[in-house]
T-cell receptor
Framework: AQTVTQSQPEMSVQEAETVTLSCTYD???????LFWYKQPPSRQMILVIR??????QNATENRFSVNFQKAAKSFSLKISDSQLGDAAMYFC????????FGKGTKLSVKP | EAQVTQNPRYLITVTGKKLTVTCSQN?????MSWYRQDPGLGLRQIYY???????DKGDVPEGYKVSRKEKRNFPLILESPSPNQTSLYFC????????????FGPGTRLTVT
């Protein structure tokens, strides 16, 4: 079965510091996509960053970057220079065709 | 503006009273999907549709029905809602079943008493 595991239900970071959220997945597919979604209190699902499995280069979007380790089936999200607005639930997701989500990590940002 | 809309945004109903949550997208997307979100469980797929008149079950389809008569609309039907269907529901769409990005609607908070 294809699964996505986020081992940190909650995390906390000081404003302006860096935090890394972990994600591992289980698959037998060779071609797929990986995503990190952010869900703020408004409940809207916001795409933060995506990675194509065939690309070796790690994706980066401003302060957000990933560490994609295909052999280890690991896809962590690094948030640099954390801001108060980064506080949210973060979901890792994997897509061979349909999206499969992890259970989420709640990130708190301390001023 | 490209978007996925859902209605209603909030709904409180009673057990057994049939209801429909509408979903519409204006991006000419082929693929549409419904998810439910419950605390500690993340988002789980209910049903999806690869194109008009093509629908298939996701991970948690029991108690739900869908239809895809038009490309833009993908309503979620609860024929006889029960309290365990109290949840936050999201509709999403993407260009195709193999496109990498899904666009999400704003969510519908359903409470069944």
């Amino acid at each position: 079965a294809q699964t996505v595991t986020q081992s940190q239900p909650e995390m906390s970071v000081q404003e302006a510091e860096t935090v890394t959220l972990s994600c591992t997945y289980d698959t037998s597919e060779s071609d797929y996509y990986l995503f990190w979604y952010k869900q703020p209190p408004s409940r809207q699902m916001i795409l933060v960053i995506r990675q194509e499995a065939y690309k070796q280069q790690n994706a980066t979007e401003n302060r957000f970057s990933v560490n994609f380790q295909k052999a280890a089936k690991s896809f962590s999200l690094k948030i640099s220079d954390s801001q108060l607005g980064d506080a949210a639930m973060y979901f890792c997701a994997y897509r061979p065709r349909n999206l499969i989500f992890g259970k989420g990590t709640k990130l708190s940002v301390k001023p | 503006e490209a978007q996925v809309t859902q209605n209603p945004r909030y709904l409180i109903t009673v057990t057994g009273k049939k209801l429909t949550v509408t979903c519409s997208q204006n991006m000419n997307h082929e693929y549409m999907s419904w998810y439910r979100q419950d605390p500690g469980l993340g988002l789980r797929q209910i049903y999806y549709s690869m194109n008009v008149e093509v629908t298939d079950k996701g991970d948690v389809p029991e108690g739900y029905k869908v239809s895809r008569k038009e490309k833009r609309n993908f309503p979620l039907i609860l024929e006889s809602p029960s309290p365990n269907q109290t949840s936050l529901y999201f509709c999403a769409s993407s260009l195709s079943g193999y496109s990498y990005e899904q666009y999400f609607g704003p969510g519908t908070r359903l409470t069944v008493t």
